[in-house]
């Protein structure tokens, strides 16, 4: 079975500087995609960013962008610049393509930002 | 903008009661889930629906039933509340038609039983 696992319960990042999650999965798909979701403090959880397995390019949206490695398995986020609206839980994701509609998530990383 | 709506932010319900959760998407998604959210254990799928009346556990179905009579609206419903069912209830969508099976979330119910 799939699992995803955030190894990091709480981040901190000083504003303007730059943070990486972890996340490390485990899978014996080959196609598969993985998400990083944000949710704000009370507010809806909404997609940072997605990989497709098939792509080596690594992901990029703005300010965030993702190391994918997929021999080890690991997909991290990395957030630069780091501004006080990323105050929020993140939550990597995974999706297997292989007739599944099942989305494994990890547990969480709450980052702060700090003023 | 997709948009998912649930019905209530937070709802308040006593052990023994029959407790409706509602959730209802705007942009035709065929796929609907029902997540439970608590602190250290992320996300964890209770129920999920991939057509009208069609619906398969999830992870956690204990305790839990769930509704699918029009294909924008995914009901949970919790027959006999009890205090272990106090948390946090997401509810999500995704279209059935393949990639990139991106999942838009609803802004959550907060359960709490007394």
């Known amino acids: 079975a799939q699992t995803v696992t955030q190894s990091q319960p709480e981040m901190s990042v000083q504003e303007a500087e730059t943070v990486t999650l972890s996340c490390t999965y485990d899978?014996?798909?080959?196609?598969?995609?993985l998400f990083w979701y944000k949710q704000p403090p009370s507010r809806q959880m909404i997609l940072v960013i997605r990989?497709?397995?098939?792509?080596?390019q690594n992901a990029t949206e703005n300010r965030f962008s993702v190391n994918f490695q997929k021999a080890a398995k690991s997909f991290s986020l990395k957030i630069s610049d780091s501004q006080l609206g990323d105050a929020a839980m993140y939550f990597c994701?995974?999706?297997?393509?292989?007739?599944?509609?099942?989305?494994?998530f990890g547990t969480g990383t709450r980052l702060k930002v700090l003023a | 903008d997709v948009k998912v709506t649930q019905s209530s932010r937070y709802l308040v319900k006593r052990t023994g009661e029959k407790v409706f959760l509602e959730c209802v998407q705007d942009?035709?998604?065929?796929?609907m889930f029902w997540y439970r959210q608590d602190p250290g254990l992320g996300l964890r799928l209770i129920y999920f629906?991939?057509?009208?009346?069609?619906?398969e556990k999830g992870d956690i179905p204990e305790g839990y039933s769930v509704s699918r009579e029009k294909k924008e609206r995914f009901s949970l419903i919790l027959e006999s509340a009890s205090t272990n069912q106090t948390s946090m209830y997401l509810c999500?969508?995704?279209?059935?038609?393949?990639?990139?099976?991106?999942?838009?979330f609803g802004p959550g119910t907060r359960l709490t039983v007394t």
């Open positions: 999500a969508s995704s279209s059935g038609q393949g990639a990139p099976y991106e999942q838009y």
């Open positions: 899978t014996s798909e080959s196609d598969y995609y």
């Open positions: 990989q497709e397995a098939y792509k080596q």
């Open positions: 994701a995974y999706k297997g393509t292989s007739g599944t509609y099942k989305y494994i």
């Open positions: 942009m035709d998604h065929e796929n």
């Open positions: 629906s991939y057509d009208v009346k069609m619906k």
